[in-house]
């Protein structure tokens, strides 16, 4: 089956099939745009795409699809330092971008300009499963982000899980306003409705307005996006009319959860995922949702906690440990990172998610948090604390720099930075991590302080900076 099996042979023509911002295309349509730009990249083994949230995005992701390409999406606010890596580490061929689109200085590869004038109808053969589809880079816990290598096999195994677990049918509307670089975004909220056939809304960003007005059947929200809207009760009341509420990227709290039920009458399905393993857990449509719970392992998943020595625990609800899953959506590995592959993977194929949960004699997930510190989630985004240092620590008045996720009533964690510096100031060290990295990757705050909490190897103790 193709991968992007509803959208390769669908016939129908009705306008609004796909809607991305302010413009418009039926099946048929988008499906001659995008042949267009894979006749323009067939041939190219990788292709970078500035994932802005437009038409072109859908358009070049779908054409660099078609054509066989892995698709590398590059965050259109990543700055400098986190664009050059992904375009170096990753060896794009060519970056399919927006007409008028440059590189100013003339680095980076070709820029293929995805022209939504032009058409094609070339037939291209359904390639490989165990072909790459996507290159997604990712924050570790230290040094620049890694590239996950996902195959279309595993992208599809993932849609066809949710579609069930979800009832999800061309009889949907998918509404969400997520990023077009990560998981959620792309995987789920774009090719997600091009293979299962449900029709497809973007409202640009996930404001709780924009929900509430596009009338759809499905939603999808990171947490930060569903406390926003239950903060607005009259843009909540409008969700009364959907048919499944989907939260995931990070943790649900329990309030917000509470809050929706009340106001739009739905329990929120909560699913867990991660960039490397896509989405392996979920509420189901026909079956219980529950608050502060991520739901059971998705078809063909398997999943198991293990206590420090790496033995399985018992599935009783109490025992905590970190969550290894196995299955058929998992990744290829890391791009160039064979060492990274082992430490994240057990000798008999688990992955190692660094999550740490609980599972009940029921199969029901509980996330309690991380096993290490310096992975931070902020507004579903994932930021490698060792990233940020790195980075603060160019500036020429930064001698130390310890940052984490400290929690934040919106975002669950912001981004706070521990300096010790000469003559440096908050707003400057800000505006400097901002010149580099992508926005959410900024501190939210920057502390200032004499020195590093140390242990006598000299290693930094992040649990014992100061706080409040
Ligand atoms: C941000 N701003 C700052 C700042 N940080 N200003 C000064 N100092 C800082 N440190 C600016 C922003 O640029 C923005 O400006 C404004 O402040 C508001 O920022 P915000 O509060 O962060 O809100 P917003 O931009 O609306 O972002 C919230 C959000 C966003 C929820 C919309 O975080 C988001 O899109 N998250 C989704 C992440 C995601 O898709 N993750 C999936 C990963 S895949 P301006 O001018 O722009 O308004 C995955 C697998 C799975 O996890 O399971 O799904
Ligand atoms: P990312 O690599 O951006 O895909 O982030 C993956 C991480 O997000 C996971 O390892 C979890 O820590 C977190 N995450 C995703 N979904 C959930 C969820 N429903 N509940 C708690 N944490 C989640």
Redesign the pocket.
């Known amino acids: 089956m193709p991968l992007l099996d509803w959208l390769s042979a669908t016939t129908d023509e009705s306008p609004e099939a796909v809607r991305i911002v302010d413009r418009a295309v039926s099946w048929v349509e988008l499906r001659q745009l995008a042949t267009a730009v894979a006749d323009d990249v067939r041939g190219l083994d990788r292709v970078a795409v500035e994932a802005t949230a437009s038409l072109e995005t859908v358009v070049g992701v779908v054409g660099a699809l078609l054509a066989g390409a892995a698709v590398v999406p590059v965050p259109p606010?990543a700055g400098p330092v986190e664009r050059g890596h992904i375009l170096r580490d990753s060896a794009a061929r060519a970056m399919l971008a927006p007409p008028g689109t440059g590189w100013g200085d003339g680095s980076g590869p070709p820029i293929i300009p995805v022209d939504l004038t032009r058409r094609s109808d070339t037939g291209y053969a359904e390639p490989e499963p165990a072909r790459t589809a996507l290159v997604l880079y990712?924050s570790g816990t230290t040094g620049p982000p890694k590239g996950v290598v996902l195959s279309r096999r595993a992208v599809a195994a993932c849609l066809d899980g949710l579609a069930e677990a979800w009832r999800w049918t061309p009889d949907d509307l998918l509404v969400h306003?997520?990023?077009l670089f990560?998981?959620?975004?792309l995987v789920?909220g774009v090719l997600g409705p091009l293979r299962v056939g449900s029709r497809l809304r973007h409202v640009g960003?996930?404001?709780p307005e924009r929900y509430a007005t596009a009338a759809g059947s499905l939603y999808f929200?990171?947490p930060?996006?569903w406390s926003?809207i239950a903060a607005d009760p009259a843009a909540a009341r409008a969700l009364r009319a959907a048919r499944l509420l989907v939260s995931?990227?990070?943790g649900l709290p329990s309030s917000v959860f509470a809050d929706l039920a009340g106001l739009t009458g739905h329990r929120v399905v909560e699913?867990?995922?991660?960039?490397e393993t896509?989405?392996t857990v979920s509420a189901r449509a026909d079956g219980d949702r529950r608050p502060g719970a991520v739901g059971v392992p998705l078809p063909g998943v398997q999943t198991r906690v293990v206590d420090e020595r790496g033995e399985p625990l018992p599935t009783d609800g109490a025992a905590i440990g970190e969550l290894e899953v196995r299955g058929p959506t998992l990744f290829d590995g890391y791009l160039h990172r064979p060492d990274a592959d082992e430490a994240s993977h057990t000798p008999d194929g688990w992955f190692r998610t660094g999550d740490v949960a609980t599972i009940g004699p029921d199969g029901w997930h509980r996330i309690i948090g991380r096993s290490a510190t310096d992975l931070i989630?902020?507004?579903?985004?994932?930021i490698g604390a060792g990233e940020v240092e790195e980075v603060l620590l160019a500036h020429p008045g930064v001698r130390e720099a310890a940052v984490v996720g400290t929690p934040h009533p919106?975002?669950g964690q912001?981004?706070t930075a521990y300096v010790v510096g000469d003559d440096v100031g908050e707003v400057e060290l800000?505006d400097f991590v901002?010149r580099q990295l992508s926005?959410?990757k900024?501190?939210?705050?920057v502390r200032l302080v004499d020195a590093l909490p140390r242990n006598a190897l000299g290693k930094v103790q992040k649990n014992r900076l100061p706080t409040g």
């Open positions: 606010d990712t306003g997520l990023p990560h998981v959620h975004g789920l960003r996930p404001h929200g990171v930060t996006v926003r995931g990227s990070a699913r867990y995922g991660m960039t896509l989405i989630k902020s507004g579903g985004y994932r919106d975002l912001q981004v800000i901002a926005v959410h900024r501190p939210r705050q």
